[in-house]
Structures are given as structure tokens and as C-alpha cells.
């Protein structure tokens, strides 16, 4: 079996309570974490085995960081829509919108990037006490500008750059913590947790959006972001201490610690490769630039407005789905096979959605793929816990957010380009059937994904 990259782990993680290491190897497979509070397994019989793995909810700090994105899930969907909006109105174009949506791209990429390094190098919950608070700071400055009506975009723009830069700041910090809070056989379960509740606010932050605009005005949804935000912050105060561990050599976060991340994803081929699978499946086959000409010229018969909602729901609709459901395949230990067939499902459900004539069959083709990258993040997220060491789990995370952010709006370049060069729904069909080709083509010439289990 291959074990190399895995048996990097460092194996004095924390309770979860703790949050040091001491160096002391709790009882259980790999030492890492508290004692199961109660046996699994055997108590999860019929029905319930299917329902979402909760297990790593029992555990008191991982509690605390989970519960605090349930509220903030929302409440940043609410600013996601609302800037957009404003600048909307000010301006009377859409261009403007994909300007100021490129415009924290960049601070996202840089920031994410030297985020990591910060991770590995300091207390990551002082981290995320001072990421968290700065992105509070952000959303009430954005209320500010809202509610005295300055109508600047620039203002705007320079205000999502900010809050682009702190969020590029917190993200590897919050997940590479996770591994220092549940033992690793509880990260698939811990990484599902996490993403149903941010697929459920993509999903209830804009329809909540929808509603309340009318009926509050634009400027307190940045109003109510930023109370969320403060329950986000004392949710990360009551984190134990998160230091990087006893024997790391003490570094600074600069440009020399970030390439030695890089240098660190060269060496390992199974983490490699969770980011290529990652790229190969968003790149090539994230078709949401699509779905405005497909509404308009496949099923406008089920009116055009009514179909491009269906269409943009139907994926986090499936993650949602997914997550619910992670107990059918939370505890698989073949985490390489997981992400490979993950990949390959959403090619081939992505190909079926371009096929598709009908409305109905397209969103359920869409519903599907939706479930596969939600069994993809799970298994890419708990591959690059495992298999790096604490000391560079910051930077990889880092990357991770770089590539996440990244690929789809690669995908909506590179698929706006072929809708209008060969079709729509000759080009979504296309890139699904890319993504199963070059997937299988990567199982079978490096086997390193393949043989990875933990």
C-alpha cells in the first residue's frame, strides 16, 4: 500500500481541547485526537448509517469552529450578493459587476498564498481571531459607506479587495486547523460537516437576499454580515491554543516559505495530484458560464428567468444532498479511489446535463454532479490533512484555496469561449467528457492517488 506521504503525519495532535501537543500519543490508530467518546460503528445500525457522520461534532473545540459557519455561512452570501447589487445600481452595468469581481481575484490569490505561510508559522486561532475580526471590520465599513450613501465604486471595489485579502488570510489558517481537532479518521466527516454548511448557504443566503432587500434595504445586509461575523469571533476566542507544534523550527512567513510549499506539493505525488483533480474537474468541467445561453436558448419554454435559477441551484443543491448523506461514504479509507471516481462521476454527469434537451433531466444530471464534488472536496481535503505534515498543512491549504477560488473562474473563460465558438451544450458535453479522459488518463499513469488509503 502506498504509505509514504501518509506516515508524514505527525501523530501528537490535540483532543481538540487542548489544542497543544505535547508529544503525548492518545490510545487509538494514530493518536491523533481525543478517545471516542462513545463507539461508532456498531451504533449506527439501519437508516442512521446513511445520515451525515457526526461524529466529529462530539469533540468540544471542533464544535466551536463548525458552529460559528453556520451563521457566517449565511451572512457572507448576504455581502456576496449585496456589492454586486450596489454596483449595479450605481452603475447601470454589468461590466462594472465582472470588474469588481476580478478586482478580488488578485488580493485572494496573494493573501491566501503568504495565508499559508502565516499558518504554519504562528497560532493559527490568533490567526483567526485577527483574520475574523478584520473581516467584521470590512462588512461594517461596507454598511458605512451603504447607509450614508456614498455610492463610490471605487470605494467598493477597494472594499472587497480588503476583505478578499482577509479572507485569503483566514481560510488555510481555519482548515489546516481542523486536523489538530479531530483524529484523522474523522476528517472526511469533518471536512463533509463543513462543506454541507457552506453549500447550504450558497444555497439560502441569495434566496434570503432575494427577500429581504425589499423589505430591509441593501445596507443592513452588511449590517446583519458583520453581527455574524462578531459571533464568528467569540466562537474562535474559545479555541484552545493552536502553536505550531514542539520541534518545528521557528520561520517567518515570506516569499521563501511559500515556495518551499511548492516545492513540498512537488515532492509528494498524491498531493499533487488532489490539486490536478481538483483543476482537471473545474477547469474543464464547471459549465456555469453556460447557463444564461442555455436558459435562454434550450429551455426558455419553461421561461428564461425560472430556468437559469434552476440551473445555478441544482449543484449546491446536490452537495447539500451529499453532505446529508455522508455517512454512506464517510469512513471509506480508499481516499485516492474516492477522489478519482468522485472526478469521474462529474465529468460523466456534467456530459449528461449537455445532452440533455429536457430542463428536468438536465438539473438532476446537474444534482448529481453536485453530489460527486461534494464526495471530491471531502476526500481532497482530508488527503491534504493527512498527508502533510502539521508544520506544512498552512501552505497547502493555501494552495487549496488559490485552486478552489481559481478553476471556476479559469472554466468561465475557458467555457464562455467555446459556448460561442461551438455551442453551449456541445461545449458542456465536451468538457465533461475531457474531465473523464484526462482523469482516468492521471489514475493510470501516476498510482500514487490510486494506492493512497488511510
Not at 197 to 221: D, F, H, R
Request: net charge positive; proline share 5%.
Amino acid at each position: 500500500m502506498y504509505r509514504a506521504c501518509r506516515k508524514r503525519v505527525d501523530t501528537s495532535r490535540s483532543s481538540g481541547e487542548s489544542g497543544t501537543e505535547p508529544g503525548k500519543k492518545e490510545a487509538g490508530k494514530n493518536g491523533a485526537g481525543a478517545k471516542d467518546p462513545a463507539p461508532d460503528g456498531a451504533a449506527r445500525r439501519g437508516p442512521r448509517r446513511w445520515a451525515m457522520d457526526t461524529r466529529p461534532l462530539r469533540r468540544p473545540a471542533y464544535r466551536r469552529l463548525w458552529s460559528s459557519t453556520i451563521v457566517t455561512a449565511v451572512g457572507s452570501q448576504l455581502t456576496a450578493v449585496a456589492v454586486p447589487k450596489q454596483i449595479y445600481d450605481i452603475t447601470g452595468s454589468s461590466a462594472w459587476v465582472g470588474a469588481a469581481s476580478l478586482a478580488g481575484l488578485l488580493p485572494l490569490v496573494v493573501f491566501a498564498l503568504w495565508g499559508g505561510a502565516v499558518a504554519d508559522a504562528m497560532d493559527r486561532r490568533k490567526a483567526l481571531l485577527i483574520t475574523n475580526s478584520g473581516i467584521a471590520v470590512t462588512s461594517v465599513l461596507f454598511w458605512l459607506q451603504a447607509v450614508t450613501g456614498l455610492e463610490s465604486v471605487a470605494a467598493l471595489m477597494l472594499l472587497l479587495a480588503l476583505q478578499q485579502a482577509f479572507w485569503g488570510l483566514n481560510a488555510p489558517a481555519r482548515n489546516a486547523s481542523i486536523a489538530r481537532l479531530v483524529p484523522e479518521d474523522e476528517l472526511p466527516a469533518a471536512n463533509a460537516l463543513g462543506s454541507t454548511v457552506m453549500q447550504t448557504g450558497q444555497v439560502v443566503g441569495p434566496l434570503l437576499a432575494g427577500v429581504l432587500i425589499p423589505v430591509i434595504g441593501l445596507a443592513e445586509l452588511y449590517l446583519i454580515d458583520a453581527l455574524a461575523l462578531c459571533v464568528t469571533v467569540w466562537a474562535v476566542h474559545r479555541l484552545p491554543a493552536l502553536p505550531p507544534l514542539k520541534g518545528t523550527a521557528v520561520r517567518r512567513a515570506g516569499v521563501r516559505e511559500v515556495v518551499a510549499g511548492f516545492r513540498y506539493i512537488a515532492g509528494h505525488k498524491v498531493l499533487l495530484l488532489s490539486f490536478l483533480a481538483d483543476i482537471v474537474a473545474m477547469v474543464l468541467g464547471m459549465p456555469r458560464a453556460l447557463f444564461p445561453q442555455l436558459a435562454a436558448e434550450s429551455y426558455a419554454g419553461h421561461g428564461e428567468g425560472f430556468a437559469l435559477g434552476l440551473l445555478f441551484a441544482a449543484i449546491p443543491i446536490g452537495a447539500v444532498a451529499g453532505g446529508l448523506f455522508s455517512g454512506t461514504f464517510s469512513r471509506a479509507r480508499r481516499h485516492g479511489w474516492m477522489v478519482i471516481g468522485s472526478v469521474v462521476v462529474w465529468g460523466a454527469a456534467v456530459t449528461g446535463f449537455g445532452l440533455s434537451s429536457s430542463l428536468w433531466l438536465a438539473v438532476a444530471f446537474l444534482a448529481v454532479a453536485g453530489v460527486a464534488d461534494m464526495v471530491s472536496m471531502v476526500f481532497r481535503g482530508a488527503i491534504l490533512l493527512s498527508a502533510a505534515t502539521d508544520e506544512m498543512r498552512g501552505r497547502m491549504q493555501g494552495v487549496f484555496t488559490v485552486v478552489v477560488a481559481g478553476g471556476p473562474r479559469l472554466a468561465d473563460v475557458l467555457h464562455g469561449g467555446a459556448g460561442s465558438a461551438f455551442g453551449a451544450r456541445e461545449a458542456v458535453a465536451g468538457g465533461g467528457l475531457l474531465v473523464v479522459v484526462v482523469m482516468l488518463a492521471l489514475a493510470a499513469a501516476v498510482p500514487a492517488l490510486r494506492r493512497y488509503r488511510v
